[in-house]
């Protein structure tokens, strides 16, 4: 730094009183700040601050799901994921955020979905430890076949826990699913129960299958 009457550092310097810093005007008043802040939230509209906190909200449910470890390990959960942020991340007119837009409530219906999808695949993977494939099954589709000695012996070990192997068959259900082409989302399910009595319980079930956010 050069020296002399024109150095503008040395000037101010020189000029400047000696205060010390307890007694020296803040640079930033942070109870000024404060007020200014809760004027501000006191003045703004419902819709507004519903605009202004939407973004936030839905990254944050966006952020916790992407926490689940359970998630990166299931190829159906994953895709899910992916495709709730991609829909996030394209979604417009935050400003003017809606809070009836069929955008917002389509949106949190799928964090819905997904954390009900996750929050099941966390509970079957207690107790078919390592079962990924057949947790995954289960959760997207109801049910599954389970053909390989190593699942099967997963399945066994799950049932023997409550002592379910050990007890003596007290009837059989007999279950008759009719496999719908025509389009419809919808299955058609018959339970057939015979208990020891001879007696014999139907009961017919028509169910809609359970969406996922798959690409259109």
């Known amino acids: ?89 394209a979604a417009d007119g935050w400003s003017s955020a809606d809070p009836d837009s069929p955008m917002y409530a389509s949106l949190m219906d799928d964090i819905e979905h997904l954390e009900v999808q996750t929050s099941r695949c966390i509970s079957l993977l207690g107790k078919f430890p390592g079962q990924t494939a057949l947790v995954e099954a289960l959760v997207m589709h109801g049910q599954t076949v389970v053909d390989d000695r190593p699942t099967q012996k997963a399945v066994l070990k799950a049932l023997a826990k409550f002592n379910i192997l050990a007890s003596v068959p007290v009837g059989r259900e007999y279950v008759f699913t009719a496999r719908v082409t025509s389009g419809s989302d919808a299955s058609h399910q018959m339970y057939v129960e015979v208990d020891d009595n001879k007696a014999v319980r139907v009961v017919y079930k028509r169910s809609r299958a359970l969406g996922c956010l798959l690409d259109s």
């Open 1 to 89: 730094m050069a020296a002399g009457e024109s150095n503008l550092w040395q000037q101010l310097w020189a000029e400047a009183r000696r205060v010390p810093a307890a007694q020296q005007r803040l640079l930033f008043d942070h109870n000024v700040e404060a007020e200014k802040a809760l004027h501000y939230l006191e003045g703004i509209s419902p819709h507004s601050l519903f605009a202004s906190i939407l973004p936030t909200v839905f990254l944050i449910a966006y952020e916790r799901l992407y926490r689940q470890p359970i998630i990166h390990k299931l190829p159906t959960l994953r895709k899910c994921l992916y495709n709730l942020g991609t829909r996030i991340v």
